[in-house]
Structure formats: C-alpha cells, structure tokens
C-alpha cells in the first residue's frame, strides 16, 4: 500500500537553529499537507500546498515557517529559527482531492519528532 | 478555539462488547467528519467518514452516527477486538477555499483499550 515517508524520525536540534523536515507523499497525490501535534494535546493543521503554493495556513504558521516542493517527489517544512515552543511531532500528509473525499481521507506520515533544545 | 471536542480522554472495554467513541463540534459549516485512529510512533490512519448529507455511514465492524441538530457524532465498533486499542481522532473539514485543499479539525482523542 502507498505510504507518506517522512525523515528523520526524531531531530534534536538547539533554540534558534534552522530545521527542515522531509516528506515524500504519495506519487499520484495533488494536495499537500503538515499538521503538528504537541505532546498531549490535539492534532493542529499548519498548511496546506497544491499546485505549488500555499493554499491554506493556520495562524501557527507564521514567518518563521515555510515549505517548498524542491522537485516533483519532496515536500518539506523549513523553521527558520527554532523556539522551545516549535518541540512537537510533524506530521505530514497528502491526498489526492483537495478535501480528502474522494480519496477516504488524507494520508499521513509516521511523524518526526522535533525536540528543541 | 475547540472547535471539534472528544471529552472523554479514555475509554476501556470488554473484548466482544461494542465501543462507543463520541465527538462534538462547534462550527456548523463542517460538512465532512472523518474518524483516525493512531496507534504510538506512527501517523493517524483514516478509519471511515461521513458526509453531512448523511446520518449513518458502516464499514465492517465500524460504524459512524451523525446528529447534525445536536452536532455530534459518534463512532462504533463492534465487536471491539484488542487489536483496536489505540488513540481516535475525530476530524471534521468544511468546504472552503477556491483550491479544495482544506485542512481538518481535530479533536484531543480518545485512547480506546480494549481488555481481553
């Protein structure tokens, strides 16, 4: 079954630094996606990419955030200069309708943890 | 702003017995509810969903309830197996945008255990 690949798995990285987060959707998949949840706490949407922009963000994802689809298989979240507060596990997701309808839903990614030290 | 609420955080029941996982929602322009389930280390994955246009929706042992007047909604499995164990997330999206793409509303889950 296809499956959304996300690396690394786990990143430590120290306050202030610049991450990037990789993910590879599903081949055929149009719509883009990271969501982020902090321990404990729900499952939060952070942006949404097709046609090669942005089509939607949460207020989470300020300037310090962005993404980019650098080739036709990649998708990756960059944080500019990392906060405490950033620590949390990324998920990404794709689909191939806009809303998930027609394809039952997104599919996520196994997570990367992010610990900022 | 919680827009989509699961409040109850946990639920424990007899293998063979029917689980019942419910959700609220706040915003009235939600027209699609979708249930995850998530086990540790690894990503939700999409369980069944439902369309506003609908009351009910099954899929094998699952089956999604839809009030729209009291805009709740509920998921149950039947017979639960221990192999559900794991975290749901109720989700719920609203048509907007001129892209489609749309984001989804979760709720703060609910962790099922089953007991053999």
């Known amino acids: 079954e296809p499956e959304v690949t996300q690396t690394p798995s786990h990143q430590v990285t120290q306050m202030g630094q610049e991450v990037i987060l990789r993910c590879v959707p599903i081949?055929?998949?149009?719509?883009f996606y990271w969501y982020r949840q902090i321990l404990g706490q729900k499952v939060e949407f952070l942006v949404s990419?097709?046609?090669?922009?942005?089509?939607?963000k949460s207020e989470i994802f300020d300037d310090q955030f962005s993404v980019e689809r650098p080739d036709g298989s990649n998708f990756t979240l960059k944080i500019r200069s990392t906060k405490l507060e950033d620590s949390a596990m990324y998920f990404c997701?794709?689909?191939?309708?806009?809303?998930?309808?027609?394809?039952?839903?997104?599919?996520f990614g196994s997570g990367t943890r992010l610990t900022v030290v | 702003d919680q827009q989509v609420k699961q409040n109850s955080p946990s639920l424990s029941v007899q293998e063979g017995r029917i689980s019942i996982l419910n959700c609220d929602y706040t915003?009235?322009?939600?027209?699609?509810f979708l249930w995850y389930k998530k086990y540790p280390a690894e990503g939700p994955t999409f369980l069944i969903s439902?369309?506003?246009?609908?009351d009910k929706n099954e899929d094998g042992r699952f089956t999604v309830f839809l009030n729209k007047s009291a805009k709740h909604l509920s998921l149950h499995i039947v017979p639960s197996q221990p192999g559900d164990s794991a975290v749901y997330f109720c989700a719920a999206s609203a048509q907007i945008g001129s892209t489609g793409a749309n984001n989804l509303f979760f709720g703060t889950g609910t962790r099922l255990t089953v007991i053999p």
């Open positions: 915003n009235s322009m939600f027209d699609y």
């Open positions: 081949s055929n998949h149009l719509y």
């Open positions: 439902i369309s506003s246009i609908k």
């Open positions: 997701a794709s689909s191939l309708g806009g809303t998930g309808r027609l394809s039952g839903g997104y599919t």
């Open positions: 990419f097709y046609n090669n922009e942005i089509s939607e």
